[in-house]
């Protein structure tokens, strides 16, 4: 089992740049494939950004593709997300998950991921 903790949201105007943090305690890091999902009101969960256990493989929704960068420190048990020109659309909840993996694949489903963090808010203003 292992626990998530997500940091880094904020209010911020559109154009602007923030950087989340996923830390994780319990089992190694390393056999987990992390995922970062958002959330607005009244819309469901989607998938934002994954990594593969190795760091080395990533993907990432269109909507944010080329503005977003998910990477991770496995010294650190930690995955990141580093949003740079963020848009009003951008704003949401947004969580971090994990996968047991024992391979290289990227999932993009919710219910795929087997644990969850509670979320950080982002907010972008016009």
């Known amino acids: 089992q292992v626990q998530l903790v997500e940091s880094g949201g904020g209010l911020v105007q559109a154009g602007g740049s923030l950087r989340l943090s996923c830390a994780a305690s319990?089992?190694?890091?390393?056999?987990?494939?992390m995922g970062w999902f958002r959330q607005a009101p009244g819309n469901e969960r989607e998938f934002v950004a994954g990594?593969?256990?190795?760091?080395?493989?990533?993907a990432y929704a269109d909507s944010v593709k080329g503005r977003f960068t998910i990477s991770r420190d496995t010294a650190k048990n930690t995955v990141y997300l580093q949003m740079n020109n963020l848009k009003p659309e951008d704003t949401a909840v947004y969580l971090c998950a994990a996968r047991r993996s024992y391979g290289s694949l990227i999932v993009t489903t919710t219910p795929s991921y087997n644990y969850w963090g509670q979320g950080t808010q982002v907010t972008v203003s016009s």
């Open positions: 319990g089992r190694s890091f390393s056999g987990y494939q």
């Open positions: 990594i593969g256990r190795s760091g080395d493989g990533t």
